[in-house]
């Protein structure tokens, strides 16, 4: 569907048409005539379906048909909370897209730097607030927040607040929050917890399900190689040879993996850079940045630090390390394959790893397709080692021993 067919204001038509966007998505097509009707919404759909988008248009949309008289001074009309500071950064960048053609202002504010440049924006007058759960609630008891004239309330990637444990936070954000508002909600995943908050927070909603059982992206081509443990380093720089490979997001389970890997890169001449939940919010906006402007061709990430990223034309992930949930692997392989766009996920996996993929594939409904290890062959390494025996193949072999004979 066209989004001149979704009942959008003739300057958002305009915007979406100069940032080409063609049709709305599924979640786009069928979340945005409900909350243009001014009902509650929970959506779950996968990740990189344009959910932010799904929620910014409407908001906009309903600021901007205000009377003249109720827009000014600004004050803070919409509140998004958002669980990563990255993601947060990035539904701010959606909304200053959209200012020129609206005339609406947003702020966003996280932790991790200092507050004054943020506090002083809000000052100044904005529409939109979009935020960390923690730095918000700072702010608040500070007294540098006036939340009376809020009427639009969205909690985005609600699962993974609820994973990062900030599930607290936000009910207690909405107790400060006028009870007449609109309410909406966004999942990727479905766990009772988040079943329990719709039924808490939300008002009659009406319920956006697009996404299914296998969650994974239709035009993400999957692949998957075994290797021993000692020699994943080798094989992703092997693979990394091939041009193809513009651009990618390699993800690893731990911080420590994050900056080993990363240096290992650097040192093999790939310019790479790493985020993790230990890097200072200035080092990860940086490496970010790195990033998106191709002054990096590989980011090495975490999960959580590496949820809600969205990087145009991102052309490969790799699955370093295989993901302790299953569900994350969606999450991560989403990365790519941006509207509409095609992908490539690569997944290495070690011996030690074939729980986690038989659980991967179980959740997706469906195999991964291996591929032959060329550069450093070995056992396949899908069956159980037989004892005694390592699934490094990769020692050089031992010379023959030298037979002496005694000397007559």
Not at 4 to 30: C, D, G, H, T, W
């Given at each position: 569907m066209k989004f001149s067919e979704l009942k959008l204001i003739e300057p958002l038509?305009?915007?979406v048409n100069?940032?080409?966007?063609?049709?709305?998505?599924?979640?786009?097509?069928?979340?945005?005539p409900v909350l243009l009707d001014g009902?509650?919404?929970f959506g779950c759909a996968k990740t990189?379906?344009?959910?932010t988008a799904a929620f910014a248009l409407p908001i906009l949309q309903m600021l901007y048909l205000r009377d003249e008289t109720d827009k000014y001074p600004r004050t803070i009309k919409a509140l998004i909370l958002a669980p990563t500071r990255e993601l947060a950064i990035q539904i701010n960048e959606t909304f200053e897209m959209m200012r020129p053609f609206v005339n609406l202002k947003s702020a966003v504010v996280f932790g991790g730097v200092g507050q004054s440049s943020q506090v002083n924006k809000i000052n100044r007058g904005i529409d939109v607030l979009i935020a960390t759960p923690g730095r918000f609630n700072d702010l608040y008891q500070q007294g540098l927040l006036d939340l009376k004239h809020v009427e639009y309330l969205v909690l985005?990637?609600?699962d993974r607040m609820l994973d990062m444990g900030f599930?607290?936070?936000?009910?207690?954000?909405?107790k400060y929050l006028p009870k007449k508002r609109q309410t909406m909600m966004f999942s990727a995943t479905l766990p009772k917890e988040i079943e329990h908050l719709v039924d808490e927070i939300?008002?009659?909603?009406?319920?956006?399900?697009?996404?299914?059982?296998?969650m994974t992206v239709d035009k993400i081509h999957q692949s998957l190689y075994f290797v021993d443990k000692a020699n994943k380093a080798k094989l992703l720089m092997k693979l990394l040879e091939n041009p193809q490979i513009y651009n990618a997001i390699v993800f690893v389970r731990t911080k420590r993996n994050a900056d080993t890997l990363s240096k290992k890169l650097n040192k093999h001449g790939i310019p790479t850079v790493a985020i993790h939940g230990d890097k200072s919010q200035n080092a990860r906006v940086r490496a970010l940045n790195d990033f998106k402007e191709d002054k990096a061709r590989i980011l090495v990430a975490t999960d959580i630090a590496a949820r809600g990223i969205d990087i145009e034309n991102l052309t490969h992930v790799v699955n370093f390390d295989l993901p302790d949930q299953p569900e994350n692997y969606v999450h991560r392989i989403g990365r790519t394959a941006r509207a509409g766009a095609n992908g490539d996920a690569i997944t290495l996996c070690c011996y030690?790893?074939?729980?986690?993929?038989k659980d991967v594939q179980k959740f997706i409904k469906q195999e991964i397709d291996v591929c032959d290890n060329p550069y450093y062959p070995m056992e396949d390494l899908s069956q159980p080692v037989k004892k005694g025996s390592k699934p490094n193949q990769n020692k050089p072999k031992k010379r023959p021993q030298r037979r002496y004979t005694k000397r007559k």
């Amino acid at each position: 569907m066209k989004f001149s067919e979704l009942k959008l204001i003739e300057p958002l038509i305009e915007a979406v048409n100069q940032f080409n966007y063609k049709e709305a998505s599924p979640i786009q097509e069928k979340a945005i005539p409900v909350l243009l009707d001014g009902k509650d919404l929970f959506g779950c759909a996968k990740t990189g379906t344009g959910k932010t988008a799904a929620f910014a248009l409407p908001i906009l949309q309903m600021l901007y048909l205000r009377d003249e008289t109720d827009k000014y001074p600004r004050t803070i009309k919409a509140l998004i909370l958002a669980p990563t500071r990255e993601l947060a950064i990035q539904i701010n960048e959606t909304f200053e897209m959209m200012r020129p053609f609206v005339n609406l202002k947003s702020a966003v504010v996280f932790g991790g730097v200092g507050q004054s440049s943020q506090v002083n924006k809000i000052n100044r007058g904005i529409d939109v607030l979009i935020a960390t759960p923690g730095r918000f609630n700072d702010l608040y008891q500070q007294g540098l927040l006036d939340l009376k004239h809020v009427e639009y309330l969205v909690l985005d990637e609600a699962d993974r607040m609820l994973d990062m444990g900030f599930i607290k936070d936000v009910r207690k954000i909405i107790k400060y929050l006028p009870k007449k508002r609109q309410t909406m909600m966004f999942s990727a995943t479905l766990p009772k917890e988040i079943e329990h908050l719709v039924d808490e927070i939300l008002n009659n909603p009406v319920r956006v399900m697009v996404s299914s059982g296998n969650m994974t992206v239709d035009k993400i081509h999957q692949s998957l190689y075994f290797v021993d443990k000692a020699n994943k380093a080798k094989l992703l720089m092997k693979l990394l040879e091939n041009p193809q490979i513009y651009n990618a997001i390699v993800f690893v389970r731990t911080k420590r993996n994050a900056d080993t890997l990363s240096k290992k890169l650097n040192k093999h001449g790939i310019p790479t850079v790493a985020i993790h939940g230990d890097k200072s919010q200035n080092a990860r906006v940086r490496a970010l940045n790195d990033f998106k402007e191709d002054k990096a061709r590989i980011l090495v990430a975490t999960d959580i630090a590496a949820r809600g990223i969205d990087i145009e034309n991102l052309t490969h992930v790799v699955n370093f390390d295989l993901p302790d949930q299953p569900e994350n692997y969606v999450h991560r392989i989403g990365r790519t394959a941006r509207a509409g766009a095609n992908g490539d996920a690569i997944t290495l996996c070690c011996y030690q790893e074939m729980s986690e993929l038989k659980d991967v594939q179980k959740f997706i409904k469906q195999e991964i397709d291996v591929c032959d290890n060329p550069y450093y062959p070995m056992e396949d390494l899908s069956q159980p080692v037989k004892k005694g025996s390592k699934p490094n193949q990769n020692k050089p072999k031992k010379r023959p021993q030298r037979r002496y004979t005694k000397r007559k």
